[in-house]
């Protein structure tokens, strides 16, 4: 497989492609599941064409809790099969698909009661680790163990002596969500998909009653053109009913947005060598380890308000902090948080009870000819739901298409992963960079580091850290802009890196910098380098003064003070 560039050549001549020739597979929408729509289609040998309006994953996919799991709160629910195949897609992402990317983590729950809970828990816990084991792929997790209060305090002292008798401790595996999908539209590309961000689908083409392809407006050149396409999949998540309305056609299903809200604290604010998951009167609490950091999550409430930027109100903040410091020896203030983020998970909801009750399960339907719907799901088991999208658009070809073969394709990056983790030490003496550097960069990029090395080698000050954030290089802006497809400010603050979250300023200080350095790439002039910045400044004000609202009308209405660097 060749490694595939989303350089801003790659983009133009994308563009060109997809509007010269007829594509087997359009997919709409850049997030978890778009993208592996379109690696499932372009590794299948169909012409795949992907489009998102924004930026790769700048929806629901680049704000999640980052975990891939099975969702060990669904077993009880009775939910096992959901449960079966998120365990089964984890392991293959631990272990063939993503290593670089996906990583184990350590949970503890405490238990606050006496003999039935470490009964009642222990089996549900003991359960997930069997399922994971059944599926084939969970042998590379450690199994639980039943902790004495004495020993759960000892792995988690920032937790007071009263809020436990005892623990379990299990593990799971998180992943950064954006970066992943970055890397899932790369590995489709490598295949042979054309993949353009920042273009927007402003209709559908129509012969009779058939959809055969779609208006696609370029927001970052100008210019609108039509792509054809023998079948168009519609995965845009809570934009699905949007996207709908395109064509005029009542869905079979609708999608309800539900806000989940997170807070980034520095490492040091919650001694613990463990994560942690609480219970809460509505669903789980999550303190997660995230580098030198813990995000702490999530909140689920209906959302009715603008989709591109929820807003974290005021209240949502003081829900996680009330519930986190009930259980914590030194409790956390506003003053600990460093960054905040709210995403939209896309919810199932029909017109009848059965159909209402799918809620994290997925489904697929063809409301007309030439147009496939997935809605649904969760990010764990999107490559499921890529599959199942993919299955029902090949029905309609009139040629034999090749079965799903995606459990079998590793993710750009992974393939020599291990063989280079080995050889970590020996990178950083040939590079000169600290051997913690070289493990933070086959982290992100897997084998691809190489790449960025490259860039170092030819600039040796891209080697440099960010002064502002200093977990990142200099050569990783600029990585970012000739090979993941990068073409904003925010593109590169918010999801290529975690800046805009991980530090107390959330990015201000390291924007002119990062503007600067992408400003090589993208061929900015001064004037296009001051208005990345401002726009970035902006936004991240009105962020703050959305928090500092008490609701979430109030909350909505402040964080729409800044406008879009790209109109829609």
Not at 97 to 124: D, M, N
Not at 403 to 413: H, Q, S
Not at 524 to 535: F, K
Request: charged content about 25%.
């Amino acid at each position: 497989m060749r490694t595939a560039t989303l350089g801003p050549e790659q983009r133009t001549g994308a563009l060109a492609a997809m509007a010269e020739r007829e594509l087997d597979v359009l997919v709409v929408g850049g997030g978890v599941v778009g993208a592996g729509t379109a690696l499932d289609a372009a590794t299948r040998g169909l012409s795949t064409g992907i489009v998102e309006a924004r930026d790769w994953a700048s929806g629901t996919s680049s704000r999640s809790s980052k975990l891939v799991h099975g969702g060990l709160r669904y077993l009880e629910m009775l939910d096992f099969a959901l449960v079966r195949e998120a365990l089964k897609e984890r392991g293959l992402l631990l272990s063939r698909l993503a290593p670089h990317l996906v990583k184990p983590v350590p949970f503890l729950y405490p238990l606050e009661h006496r003999g039935w809970e470490r009964l009642y828990a222990g089996s549900g816990v003991a359960l997930y680790d069997a399922m994971s084991v059944s599926s084939g792929y969970g042998r590379g997790l450690p199994v639980h163990r039943h902790l004495s209060r004495r020993r759960a305090l000892q792995v988690a002292p920032a937790l007071k002596k009263d809020a436990l008798v005892g623990g379990l401790q299990y593990y799971d595996a998180q992943v950064d969500d954006a970066r992943y999908v970055a890397t899932l539209v790369r590995t489709a590309a490598a295949y042979g998909a054309h993949a353009v961000n920042r273009t927007r689908v402003t209709g559908f083409l129509r012969e009779g009653e058939r959809v055969v392809g779609a208006r696609l407006q370029d927001l970052e050149q100008g210019g609108e053109f039509e792509v054809r396409a023998k079948q168009v999949v519609n995965a845009t998540g809570v934009w699905t009913d949007d996207t709908q309305g395109l064509i005029a056609e009542r869905g079979q299903f609708h999608v309800r947005a539900s806000k989940g809200i997170h807070l980034v604290v520095p490492k040091d604010r919650i001694n613990s060598s463990t994560g942690l998951i609480l219970r809460t009167e509505k669903s789980v609490l999550f303190v997660i380890p995230w580098g030198r950091h813990w995000i702490i999550g999530t909140t689920d409430t209906d959302w009715d308000l603008d989709k591109a930027h929820p807003a974290a109100s005021s209240a949502d903040i003081d829900y996680l902090l009330e519930h986190l410091n009930s259980v914590l020896n030194l409790p956390l203030t506003r003053d600990d948080v460093e960054g905040v983020y709210a995403g939209l998970r896309p919810l199932l909801a029909g017109e009848s009870e059965a159909t209402s009750k799918l809620s994290r399960e997925h489904t697929v339907a063809h409301p007309v000819p030439g147009l496939v719907v997935i809605a649904g799901g969760k990010y764990t088991t999107y490559r499921v739901m890529a599959k199942d999208a993919v299955d029902e658009a090949v029905h309609a070809l009139d040629v034999r298409v090749a079965d799903c073969i995606t459990e079998e394709v590793r993710l750009a990056g992974a393939e020599g992963y291990h063989a280079l983790w080995n050889a970590r030490a020996r990178i950083a003496a040939r590079t000169g960079l600290h051997v913690a550097r070289v493990e933070h960069l086959l982290g992100r990029y897997g084998s691809l580091t190489e790449e960025v090395l490259e860039l170092i080698a030819d600039d040796p000050q891209l080697g440099e850290p960010l002064p502002a954030a200093d977990d990142y290089l200099k050569a990783e802006v600029v990585y970012a802009c000739t090979h993941e497809g990068a073409r904003h400010l925010d593109d590169v603050l918010t999801r290529r890196t975690r800046i805009s979250i991980e530090t107390f300023d959330r990015g201000t200080r390291s924007a002119r910098e990062c503007a600067e350095l992408m400003a090589r790439v993208l061929g900015w002039d001064s004037a296009q380098i001051d208005r990345e910045v401002e726009h970035y400044e902006k936004r991240v004000e009105a962020e703050r003064e959305s928090q500092r609202q008490p609701d979430d009308l109030t909350a909505d209405a402040a964080r729409l003070g800044a406008p879009e660097i790209v109109p829609l």
